[in-house]
């Protein structure tokens, strides 16, 4: 199982200071990388022109390349054998790199309310401008536009994430699986291509549905991953599902809404299914040095949660058999298991 982790542990190893990881995310945008991928090796003098750089500054960001591996520079440039190895999870690296440079001036700028005010943090941070559940009600060209970037983003965390869970589940002889806010549906395309006699049902907001019928619809599982629009708050979840997963869903929401959504999901599970829950727990830093790519979820601190507070709801609502599993991965995660009885 330890080898999940790898794709994460290979990209994040480029993301461990700001300054390397601004340097990187410009050189894929001018082109540089993909390049140097291409030919294998490219004179220096070519590389420092392909900047625009004056030579000052040039000189300084192939520095500051060469110091983070990313590449090994004399009289030819060329990309060092572990950011080659990265690059087979080039979709992780460049969403890991637009997101962490996105939230890094919120942090930058709003530390102080981050630790001590969320309400003012979450009212000023730019980036939850970037989440907005009211854009995904009414599926226009517009909202879809908008909630594909962040739906985009976390398809490739997903595609990364779901599997360290999975490798941990048994569902074997389960036939229906409703992943609840299951954004694009990587989960469930996941869990169907896994075991054979499952189907899968995404139940998430009308627009993020929308185009999850478009991020499916090529996979070898489409016909077997469905879609059902609505909305958590006001909703009941659909009958007929023998297991219940929340990825990455619950931290979104207080411990009351949290605590609902559970509710919702004991009512809608058949008898003797089960439930799962995979998510975040808080960071803990003793023995460890923050770095960089930390900032990704750091924006996210206030929200994540132990795993006791979802065993100690679980066991209100009659569920059994509840088990708690740490993931590590690029941060702490928790697998929770129960069954309705």
Request: net charge negative; charged share 25%; proline share 6%.
């Amino acid at each position: 199982m330890a080898s999940r982790a790898d794709p994460i542990r290979s990209v994040d190893r480029f993301l461990e200071t700001e300054l390397e990881a601004r340097a990187l995310a410009l050189a894929f945008s001018l082109g540089l990388v993909d390049r140097l991928a291409g030919e294998g090796a490219v004179a220096r003098s070519e590389c420092l022109a392909m900047t625009g750089m004056p030579e000052a500054t040039s000189g300084l960001f192939m520095q500051l390349l060469a110091g983070n591996d990313v590449i090994r520079a004399g009289d030819t440039v060329r990309l060092s054998p572990a950011f080659r190895a990265a690059l087979a999870y080039r979709d992780l690296l460049e969403a890991r790199l637009w997101f962490l440079n996105l939230v890094a001036p919120d942090i930058h700028g709003l530390f102080p309310e981050l630790l001590r005010d969320v309400p003012e943090f979450m009212a000023r941070a730019k980036v939850f401008d970037l989440f907005r559940y009211d854009r995904c009600m009414e599926v226009t060209p517009d909202n879809l536009a908008a909630t594909a970037r962040w739906v985009d983003y976390t398809t490739v965390l997903t595609r990364y994430e779901a599997p360290a869970c999975l490798d941990r589940l048994d569902l074997d002889g389960s036939r229906r699986l409703m992943d609840v806010g299951g954004n694009s549906g990587e989960f469930a395309r996941q869990a169907c291509a896994r075991f054979a006699g499952l189907d899968a049902t995404v139940f998430d907001l009308p627009v993020v549905c929308a185009l999850g019928r478009r991020h499916v619809a090529a996979s070898a599982s489409a016909g077997r991953v469905t879609f059902h629009d609505g909305d958590l708050r006001a909703d009941a979840l659909p009958a007929g599902h023998d297991v219940i997963s929340f990825k990455s869903v619950l931290h979104d929401w207080p411990p009351e809404h949290a605590a609902a959504f559970l509710g919702k999901a004991a009512t809608a599970l058949e008898p003797g299914g089960r439930l799962i829950i995979f998510e975040r727990v808080p960071l803990d830093l003793r023995g460890a040095s923050p770095v960089y790519s930390m900032v990704a979820d750091l924006v996210f601190l206030p929200f994540f949660r132990t795993p006791d507070f979802y065993v100690k709801h679980l066991a209100q609502l009659g569920f059994v058999g509840i088990s708690v599993e740490r993931v590590e991965l690029d941060t702490p995660f928790c697998l929770v298991t129960a069954r309705k009885p």
